[in-house]
């Protein structure tokens, strides 16, 4: 059941496990600012049937397992890590009732309230041994199932876990633990023809971190794309380093359908890319922009203010430097996303001063810097970057360019994340939420009359 789809969620999700009495349900939490959603859904489902057994996945899980079953008792079990093998064998485990402590990558309290963790589950040695995804099972035809920056025939996709890279935010390296896996270029064009025949999909986010860590897999999946011919466009993530690197291949990606590279750029000081650990320098970041250019691909750059040492004319400066280059970009403030070496980091140092998860989000500060203490005023800060940015005159005039990818992506940003933004601040908001979403406590207010007890003392 993907509750993100239903017009109802909650309660949705309440009739379901009433009307079914399910065995197990599996919770999947993506973000660490999603975590208390994940819990309220425990919760309901724990009161809505107190035999179901209730497991968790997802990084931030992983990583704080014990954190999140002391905080929600009505989590039975924790999957640490990758899920596929862990879940199979844990209901196999279930249905015969036999000894749970065997089974790899799990982790609970024990009855005498006793953390206990099995043990890590290695790695999927190879990931072209698990199936194509079951699309069949997706409500793929449902307006959300879709990109919106990139239209209704848009679709985010994944053919790799991990990265070699370990800078010292990312999550995801953390979580893979500095390790690369992919899924070979056949397979992953078999997927793409199957959702471009079925599904009419054709213009792809890759979430995959780092696409290209070999060159192998970028030349397979040109030539795999060349022969298919598709017709299919992708957007693609990488480092300024590969993109480097991979020069020659650059007309090769446009060709098969890439129009534009993402790359983590984060910042325009040595210093500070140093500090984190990104491993490539800005000569090299300002090197792939241009390449990207000259070879007629799309720039978009994730950048990350809100560092400690940071001043206000490293923020000018920035916007400056970025502004020149980049098609689009994606600003972040820095965040000591659990897990992570810099979450260790930042919590030794007392420098965290936010630890409302729903926060986590690389939308608010959660951290203060040297110079601006005030969480509030660094929120603010990000915000009239975010606006400066989108206000001038070159991003404007991107809403009529004659690249309808760029021109679908600019009018969507200005419109519907600037009307968002503009909500957060007047009415608060979440800024990244479906019209559907409905915040739990007014779920149990509208509930109103025979509510459980429990179920607002356990609300978080
Ligand atoms: C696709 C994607 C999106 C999409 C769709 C999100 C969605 N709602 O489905 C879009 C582009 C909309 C998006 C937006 C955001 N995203 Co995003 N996104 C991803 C991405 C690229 C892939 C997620 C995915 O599907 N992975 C594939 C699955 C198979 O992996 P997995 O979820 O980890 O699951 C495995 C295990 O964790 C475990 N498991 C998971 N659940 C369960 C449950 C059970 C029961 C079991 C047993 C096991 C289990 O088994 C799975 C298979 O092994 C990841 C990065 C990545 N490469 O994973 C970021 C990522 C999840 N996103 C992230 C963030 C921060 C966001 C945003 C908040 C960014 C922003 N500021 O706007 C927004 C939130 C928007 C929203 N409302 O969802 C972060 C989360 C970091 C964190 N720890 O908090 C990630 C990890 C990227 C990163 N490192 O920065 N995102
Ligand atoms: S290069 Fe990107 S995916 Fe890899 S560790 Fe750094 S931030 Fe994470």
């Known amino acids: 059941m993907d509750c993100t789809l239903n017009e109802n969620p909650w309660r949705d999700l309440e009739e379901k496990i009433q009307k079914e009495k399910p065995d197990v349900v599996g919770i999947t939490v993506i973000c660490t600012a999603f975590i208390y959603d994940g819990m309220n859904a425990a919760n309901l489902i724990k009161v809505a049937n107190p035999k179901t057994i209730i497991i968790m996945g997802g990084e931030h899980p992983s990583f704080m397992a014990e954190e999140t079953l002391r905080d929600c008792p009505a989590i039975d079990y924790i999957c640490v890590g990758e899920g596929e093998v862990t879940l199979t064998e844990f209901l196999r485990a279930v249905e015969k009732k036999e000894d749970l402590s065997k089974v790899l990558g799990l982790a609970y309290l024990d009855e005498r309230g006793k953390f206990v963790y099995t043990g890590d589950r290695p790695f999927i040695e190879d990931l072209d041994s698990l199936p194509i995804p079951a699309y069949n099972l997706a409500k793929m035809e449902h307006p959300f199932v879709t990109l919106p920056s990139e239209g209704k025939r848009g679709l985010v996709i994944n053919f790799s876990r991990g990265c070699l890279w370990d800078c010292t935010f990312c999550s995801e390296s953390a979580f893979y633990k500095k390790t690369w896996r992919r899924r070979s270029p056949k397979l992953i064009a078999d997927e793409l023809q199957l959702l471009k025949e079925k599904y009419n999909r054709d213009i792809f986010y890759v979430g995959d971190n780092t696409f290209n860590v070999t ?217 990244w939420v479906q019209p559907n979403y409905q915040e739990y406590k007014d779920y149990l207010v509208e509930r109103g009359e025979g509510l459980p007890k429990e179920l607002m003392a356990w609300a978080k």
């Open 215 to 431: 060159r192998e897999q970028g030349i397979g999946f040109i030539e795999e794309m060349l022969k298919r011919k598709t017709d299919q466009h992708f957007w693609l993530q990488s480092r300024a380093d590969l993109i480097l690197r991979d020069e020659d291949l650059l007309d090769g990606y446009r060709e098969a359908g890439v129009y534009q590279f993402m790359m983590g750029l984060e910042y325009h000081s040595d210093a500070v890319l140093k500090d984190i650990k990104k491993r490539h320098t800005v000569e090299q970041a300002i090197k792939a922009m241009k390449l990207l250019k000259k070879h007629k691909l799309m720039v978009m750059a994730t950048l990350l203010i809100g560092h400690w040492n940071e001043t206000e004319k490293d923020r000018n400066d920035f916007f400056k430097f970025f502004g020149k280059y980049v098609d689009h970009f994606g600003l972040n403030l820095i965040t000591p996303l659990p897990g992570t070496p810099l979450f260790y980091q930042m919590k030794e140092m007392g420098r965290i001063k936010d630890w409302d998860y729903r926060n986590y989000d690389y939308l608010h500060a959660v951290m203060s810097a040297k110079e601006v203490e005030d969480l509030e005023q660094l929120n603010l800060i990000y915000r009239d970057i975010m606006r400066r940015y989108y206000w001038r005159p070159r991003e404007m005039l991107k809403i009529f360019s004659p690249n309808p990818i760029l021109r679908h992506h600019h009018r969507y940003y200005i419109t519907q994340v600037a009307f968002n933004i503009m909500m957060h601040e007047i009415f608060g908001t979440p800024i």
